[in-house]
Nanobody
Framework: QVQLVESGGGLVQAGGSLRLSCAAS????????MGWFRQAPGKEREFVAA????????DYADSVKGRFTISRDKAKNTVLLQMANLKPDDTAVYYC??????????????????WGQGTQVTVSS
């Protein structure tokens, strides 16, 4: 089993920046993909960004492309989400997810095996 713990959320003003961190522990050897999803009140959980563990190929939702950057620190078993130029629409609970084995679509949350508890990001206008 893999455990994921998110951190770094908080309250920021529009235009500000935050960096989220997701630390993986447990049986992480087989994890090949890690991603970020978010869920705003009254909305479905949506894809934000993902990265392959070995090569570092990334994918982003159109709504965050150019503002968010996903990366991974292999030595620390950690994936980061650097968020810049935040907007009120970015307000949501952000979840880290991991996939052990193959994955065909970075954006499909059903393909991920493990999930963190989430961290709240609130962007004020």
């Amino acid at each position: 089993q893999v455990q994921l713990v998110e951190s770094g959320g908080g309250l920021v003003q529009a235009g500000g920046s935050l960096r989220l961190s997701c630390a993986a522990s447990g049986r992480t050897f087989g994890v090949r993909y890690m991603g970020w999803f978010r869920q705003a009140p009254g909305k479905e959980r949506e894809f934000v960004a993902a990265v392959t563990w070995s090569v570092g190929v990334t994918d982003y939702a159109d709504s965050v492309k150019g503002r968010f950057t996903i990366s991974r620190d292999k030595a620390k078993n950690t994936v980061l989400l650097q968020m810049a130029n935040l907007k009120p629409d970015d307000t949501a609970v952000y979840y880290c997810a991991a996939r052990a084995g193959t994955l065909s679509d970075f954006r499909r949350q059903e393909e991920y095996d493990y999930w963190g508890q989430g961290t709240q990001v609130t962007v004020s206008s």
